[in-house]
């Protein structure tokens, strides 16, 4: 199972299809997008873009601190490929100063990965619960989860010069 990992998109459609358009090209069919904030409304959006490629994908978001009104949770958990996902944008979790209170809670909700946004900076700190940070997609940054009896690989993904 593969999902696209997704955050900060922050009003960017432009770079946001785009984006999305260099992934297709490389990846292949996707079976999930995860939206990890900064731009769920943008996400809502690019669904009718997203489900001409993938019909019946997942689509999953939480909402991070510049989501404003947005009607979606704070935080996630879902099973995906046999595993446990922790989804969050990462600001009620201080993520910009330590991975210890989203490492925590992860562990106590008994979650695999944790994936979270909010620093734009690219991620990935193996353990239990791994943790993932696609990076920023107006940075022209995404993440790619791929699950294969019940063992996960990801990989960052950057499409532009930043």
């Given at each position: 199972m593969r999902a696209l990992i997704l955050s900060d998109i922050h009003g960017?459609?432009?770079?946001?299809?785009?984006?999305?358009?260099?992934?297709?090209?490389?990846?292949g069919p996707i079976d999930?997008?995860?939206?990890?904030?900064?731009?769920?409304?943008?996400?809502e959006r690019a669904e009718s873009f997203i489900r001409a490629r993938d019909e019946f994908a997942l689509m999953y978001a939480v909402k991070g601190n510049n989501d404003w009104g947005v009607d979606a949770p704070n935080l996630r958990i879902v099973e995906f490929g046999g595993l446990?996902?922790?989804m969050t944008h990462g600001h009620y979790y201080r993520v910009k100063s330590t991975m210890?209170?989203?490492?925590?809670?992860?562990?106590?909700?008994?979650?695999?990965i944790a994936l979270y946004g909010?620093?734009?900076?690219?991620?990935?700190?193996?353990?239990?619960?791994?943790?993932v940070n696609p990076g920023a997609?107006?940075?022209?940054r995404c993440a790619l989860?791929?699950?294969?009896?019940?063992?996960?690989?990801?990989?960052?993904?950057?499409?532009?010069f930043s």
């Open positions: 960017d459609d432009t770079t946001f299809r785009w984006l999305l358009e260099q992934a297709w090209r490389e990846i999930a997008y995860i939206c990890l904030g900064d731009g769920v409304r943008d996400f446990k996902l922790l210890y209170y989203l490492t925590d809670a992860a562990r106590e909700a008994k979650c695999d909010h620093t734009h900076i690219a991620d990935v700190e193996p353990g239990v619960p791994m943790l997609v107006c940075s022209e989860l791929e699950v294969e009896n019940g063992r996960p690989r990801v990989r960052l993904m950057s499409f532009g």
